[in-house]
């Protein structure tokens, strides 16, 4: 099988399944806004390697939204799919990421409004995320604040819960987060600053009912 | 040296109070320089808002690590067949300089067809004897009639 890398133009081999083919190494080193701009092209290398950079990312976000990992599954996919199908309305002038977490947000929230109750389910803490080096009594202890923090977290109303995941896990800048989940900058302070304050009091009341 | 706090032993913080959000924004290094200067002399003398800034530390590790799950496989087939079969081009057709070419052949093609009808019509009808039988059907006079009324002699009892 071979195909042409995108950025080189030159001919490459791959062999196995043709989902397997890797990305060129150069492609993984390109921008976001070089990736869409390939496939839009129609570089089939380019969608592969957005969709690798993203699915995971946009996975935890709306897993933390949603509470449950296969309707997070099913969310993410819905994602990345009216991303692409809608990349006509994303302009260059803003991150890529910042619109797909745009996306990835309305599309929790709205997920989230068609329950009947916004019942959130936490995740259950997987002894995985745990460092295997620690010792048992260590090993239970960071296990139970995991637990912790998830529960709490799953507490949190979710706008400020948006807000908190995408500082934490993105690391986004408040001007970022303020334009994904449409907001001014001085709101994302207020709402990250009470987020925490909550999850600290919240993670306080768990551990002292432990 | 304040010593390292847990999240149970943190001192309870009024979560309205303005220097909560200074310090929030301080650990994400958002706040402008004059504030942050403010605030690091304000934290020398402050062990309540000191220990406030370390708990939000060790949450921000918490809340950091806990972000681990992956999908567990690729997305990009299921994608890309929901999609179809390949990715759609999302440029609009107009911008590429090739864009316009089908149109204009298309334009181009119509026009000379069009001139060469009109042309063949009026060379025709310059040509055409007006008495021939194919065209005396619109004529004044019906084939084989004489007179130049429009009603016939016999109808009128010239016969």
């Given at each position: 099988?071979?195909?042409?890398?995108?950025?080189?133009?030159?001919?490459?081999?791959?062999?196995?399944?043709?989902?397997?083919?890797?990305?060129?190494?150069?492609?993984?080193?390109?921008?976001?806004?070089?990736?869409?701009?390939?496939?839009?092209?129609?570089?089939?290398?380019?969608?592969?390697?957005?969709?690798?950079?993203?699915?995971?990312r946009?996975?935890r976000f709306?897993?933390r939204?949603?509470?449950?990992?296969?309707?997070?599954?099913?969310?993410?996919?819905?994602?990345?799919?009216?991303?692409?199908?809608?990349?006509?309305?994303?302009?260059?002038?803003?991150?890529?990421?910042?619109?797909?977490?745009?996306?990835?947000?309305?599309?929790?929230?709205?997920?989230?409004?068609?329950?009947?109750?916004?019942?959130?389910?936490?995740?259950?803490?997987?002894?995985?995320?745990?460092?295997?080096?620690?010792?048992?009594?260590?090993?239970?202890?960071?296990?139970?604040?995991?637990?912790?923090l998830?529960?709490?977290l799953?507490?949190l109303?979710?706008?400020f819960r948006q807000a908190l995941l995408l500082r934490e896990f993105e690391d986004m800048p408040?001007?970022?987060i303020?334009?994904?989940?449409?907001?001014?900058?001085?709101?994302?302070?207020?709402r990250l600053?009470?987020a925490r304050?909550?999850l600290?009091?919240?993670?306080?009341?768990?551990?002292?009912?432990? | 040296?304040?010593?390292?706090?847990?999240?149970?032993?943190?001192?309870?913080?009024?979560?309205?109070?303005?220097?909560?959000?200074?310090?929030s924004?301080?650990l994400d290094?958002?706040?402008?320089?004059?504030?942050?200067?403010?605030?690091?002399?304000?934290?020398?003398?402050?062990?309540?808002?000191?220990?406030?800034?370390?708990?939000l530390t060790g949450l921000r590790r918490g809340v950091t690590a806990l972000g681990q799950?992956?999908?567990?496989?690729?997305?990009?087939?299921?994608?890309?067949?929901?999609?179809?079969?390949?990715?759609?081009?999302?440029?609009?057709?107009?911008?590429?300089?090739?864009?316009?070419?089908?149109?204009?052949?298309?334009?181009?093609?119509?026009?000379?067809?069009?001139?060469?009808?009109?042309?063949?019509?009026?060379?025709?009808?310059?040509?055409?004897?007006?008495?021939?039988?194919?065209?005396?059907?619109?004529?004044?006079?019906?084939?084989?009639?004489?007179?130049?009324?429009?009603?016939?002699?016999?109808?009128?009892?010239?016969?």
């Amino acid at each position: 099988m071979q195909g042409i890398n995108a950025v080189s133009g030159t001919a490459s081999i791959w062999i196995g399944a043709p989902w397997c083919r890797p990305v060129s190494p150069s492609m993984r080193e390109l921008p976001d806004h070089e990736c869409v701009a390939l496939y839009q092209r129609g570089n089939r290398d380019a969608f592969e390697e957005l969709v690798r950079r993203y699915q995971d990312r946009v996975y935890r976000f709306i897993l933390r939204m949603v509470g449950s990992r296969e309707e997070a599954l099913e969310l993410t996919q819905d994602t990345l799919l009216k991303a692409f199908q809608n990349l006509r309305q994303w302009r260059p002038e803003a991150l890529f990421r910042t619109w797909l977490f745009q996306i990835a947000s309305n599309t929790a929230i709205d997920s989230l409004r068609r329950r009947k109750h916004m019942e959130y389910l936490p995740i259950d803490v997987n002894d995985e995320l745990v460092d295997p080096g620690a010792g048992p009594e260590r090993l239970l202890q960071l296990s139970q604040r995991c637990r912790n923090l998830e529960e709490a977290l799953a507490k949190l109303p979710h706008d400020f819960r948006q807000a908190l995941l995408l500082r934490e896990f993105e690391d986004m800048p408040y001007s970022e987060i303020a334009l994904a989940l449409g907001i001014n900058e001085g709101t994302v302070k207020s709402r990250l600053a009470r987020a925490r304050a909550m999850l600290l009091a919240l993670c306080r009341q768990n551990e002292g009912t432990a | 040296m304040t010593p390292r706090m847990t999240i149970m032993e943190t001192p309870n913080m009024n979560t309205d109070c303005p220097r909560s959000a200074d310090l929030s924004a301080y650990l994400d290094g958002e706040l402008p320089a004059p504030a942050r200067a403010a605030l690091e002399t304000h934290l020398r003398g402050c062990g309540v808002c000191d220990e406030h800034l370390v708990a939000l530390t060790g949450l921000r590790r918490g809340v950091t690590a806990l972000g681990q799950e992956t999908v567990g496989f690729d997305l990009a087939p299921r994608l890309r067949q929901r999609l179809g079969a390949t990715p759609a081009p999302a440029l609009p057709w107009w911008p590429r300089p090739w864009g316009w070419l089908p149109l204009s052949f298309a334009a181009t093609a119509t026009v000379v067809i069009g001139v060469f009808l009109g042309s063949q019509l009026v060379r025709t009808t310059g040509t055409t004897d007006s008495s021939a039988p194919a065209m005396a059907l619109f004529d004044p006079i019906p084939p084989g009639g004489i007179c130049l009324s429009a009603r016939p002699c016999h109808l009128q009892g010239k016969s």
